[in-house]
């Protein structure tokens, strides 16, 4: 069984515990001195000059009185705060490797991350877990991962795996995992289903954090989710939603990332009192939002532009997220924290210069200092298995003249439950580019079981050709949207061939493609290739007609059967509101 230390990583040495206490004295130099700091004070609220020394890779002391080092930094009066904590990512929705991860948000000041491997967990199970915590050693970045609680999702999809009451008791065990993973399925926990609670009552009886994942809940059903042992949510659209949370004593985490942007409408509900209890949050952040806007250095501008204390927001990605996981030492500039420490020169753009971690300098002005590893295992490559598919796969019978529709609703992931008349040629139906209605399907790719789901689609625009994707929420089977059943086919065989990624097909030729060959989901390549990748397969999507900004995510959250209200699986078109299999016709 790990111990605490090994879980939030902060095994010391007596000697280095010695000799960190013989500078803190004054007997002899630091390792490094940080002359002229003004100290983002996050215990007390406050900014004020001093000087900080460092033994080793923690703080020794703090004060006018430290005047040596045997590396000497003079900051001139700018900022220094604790290392950023993003208290809830799925970095699976980067598309890039937790290396490439690292070399993109460390000199944005992020020094730690919470990360929840539910994408990966969908397609290897446990086998996922172990390849995210190796791919994490080494790098300048410290990554804490939460037990996916919801593999499957649901039983109206196939997923490449199954955690259960034993693999999440086992995946407990492993060093740096805090907890259990959000718990999506919320009517499992308010109507007690067996399955479900089991898990929750491992996790409780390992001492362990839980996250939530709530949306909507409230009154006595709520009550009934809260009092299971879930700590947090990040699910929160409205302030009335959020203060009804942390009334019942709730962490609110305020997500503000790629998919879904709710900082702007969270923030009136942070003040005084109820600010020790708010983080600030990602979730998600896909490739070229981090490579131009970063990560949590452009959630603390945006919420200080919006009004926000400075020190308040600093907080809430610092010291409040070290707090609610339990992360010793960590979170705060003090003696015997982490020297995980950043410079700024203002509490207002938060421009990043400096970042230190575990005492070292591993970042300035942008740029990594050093290589970090890259880990690769074969578990997580060829992960595609699909069968043999021909024009008659995506075949569809005639069975109706009015059809159900999967209407999609601009930036958002909720759809609407249409029916509509539907064009047919020779007793099968067909996609209708000048009305938009088009094919979609998904295609099981775990185990080669030939389980295709159909269904229709209103909204891309796509006027021909087809756009095919291995990234599709939760099980992250293949779906494919076209005009063409022909491009259909060719476009799943290329994601087939390349192992997963993102295809765009016209005329049964690749117009652009994005290889995202680990475990179908992520690449194995630099950020800047996957956002050039991903800027081919946009305009090639484009060029076809599609007017949606990020096609491929709108696509990946069609196969999504826990988001209202209709989605399509391998196991056929989903009506989320009476969570039920439903046919294409009325």
Do not use: W
Not at 246 to 262: H, P, T, V
Not at 401 to 423: C, M, P, W
Not at 444 to 464: C, D, P, Q, W, Y
């Amino acid at each position: 069984m790990s111990t605490a230390g090994k879980r939030t990583g902060t095994d010391i040495s007596v000697e280095d515990l010695k000799r960190r206490i013989t500078v803190a004295r004054g007997d002899e130099p630091g390792d490094l001195l940080l002359k002229n700091a003004r100290l983002v004070d996050v215990f007390c609220g406050e900014v004020r000059e001093s000087h900080v020394v460092v033994s080793g890779a923690f703080i020794a002391g703090i004060g006018e009185s430290y005047t040596e080092g045997k590396q000497v930094l003079d900051l001139q009066g700018k900022y220094l705060l604790p290392g950023f904590i993003d208290g809830h990512v799925h970095v699976e929705s980067s598309h890039v490797t937790l290396s490439e991860f690292a070399r993109a948000v460390v000199p944005r000041g992020t020094t730690a991350v919470v990360i929840d491997p539910h994408e990966i967990a969908n397609v290897l199970g446990l086998n996922g877990i172990e390849y995210m915590l190796k791919a994490s050693e080494g790098i300048p970045l410290d990554v804490f991962v939460m037990v996916p609680s919801c593999v499957p999702a649901t039983l109206l999809e196939t997923a490449g795996a199954s955690l259960g009451e034993d693999e999440i008791a086992q995946a407990l065990k492993y060093d740096r995992v805090l907890g259990l993973g959000e718990m999506m399925n919320f009517p499992g926990v308010i109507f007690g289903t067996p399955e479900v609670l089991g898990k929750l009552v491992i996790s409780s009886k390992s001492g362990v954090v839980i996250d939530g994942h709530a949306p909507r809940v409230a009154g006595p059903e709520l009550n009934a989710y809260v009092t299971a042992g879930i700590g947090s949510d990040h699910e929160c659209t409205t302030r009335e939603e959020a203060e009804a949370k942390l009334r019942l004593g709730m962490r609110l985490m305020i997500r503000e990332g790629s998919a879904a942007k709710n900082l702007a409408e969270l923030l009136p509900v942070i003040n005084a009192s109820t600010s020790r209890r708010c983080l600030f949050v990602t979730d998600d952040r896909h490739p070229e939002d981090l490579r131009v806007e970063g990560h949590m250095d452009h959630i603390l501008q945006k919420a200080v532009s919006l009004g926000l204390d400075p020190v308040m927001a600093v907080q809430l990605v610092t010291l409040h997220p070290a707090e609610y996981f339990g992360l010793k030492r960590r979170g705060a500039v003090a003696p015997g924290y982490i020297a995980d420490l950043v410079v700024v020169d203002d509490l207002k753009e938060f421009h990043v210069e400096t970042v230190l971690k575990s005492g070292q300098i591993v970042a300035q002005e942008g740029l990594i200092k050093s290589d970090i590893p890259f880990y690769s295992s074969d578990t997580v490559f060829e992960s595609v298995h699909l069968p043999p598919l021909s024009e008659d796969s995506f075949r569809i019978e005639a069975n109706g003249s009015k059809a159900r529709v999967i209407g999609l609703i601009e930036n958002q992931i909720v759809t609407r439950h249409l029916v509509q008349d539907v064009k047919t040629e020779l007793g099968t139906i067909v996609s209708d580019p000048e009305e938009d209605v088009l094919k979609v399907a998904v295609i099981e790719r775990h185990s080669g079981t030939g389980n295709i789901g159909l269904a229709l689609v209103n909204g891309f625009g796509l006027k021909k050709g087809a756009l095919a994707s291995s990234v599709a929420h939760d099980a992250h089977n293949v779906i494919v949207v076209g005009v063409d059943d022909g491009d259909m086919v060719r476009a799943v065989q290329e994601i087939g061939r390349m192992g997963g990624g993102f295809v765009v097909v016209s005329d049964r030729d690749v117009g652009a493609s994005l290889p995202l060959p680990v475990a179908g989901l992520m690449s194995d390549q630099p950020l800047e290739t996957v956002c050039e990748g991903l800027d081919r397969v946009h305009q090639a999507a484009r060029d076809l007609g599609v007017r949606l900004d990020s096609p491929f995510t709108t696509l990946s959250f069609l196969a999504l059967p826990v988001i209202p209200e209709l989605k399509v699986t391998d196991q056929g078109l989903v009506d989320v509101n009476t969570f039920q299999i439903v046919d294409l016709f009325e």
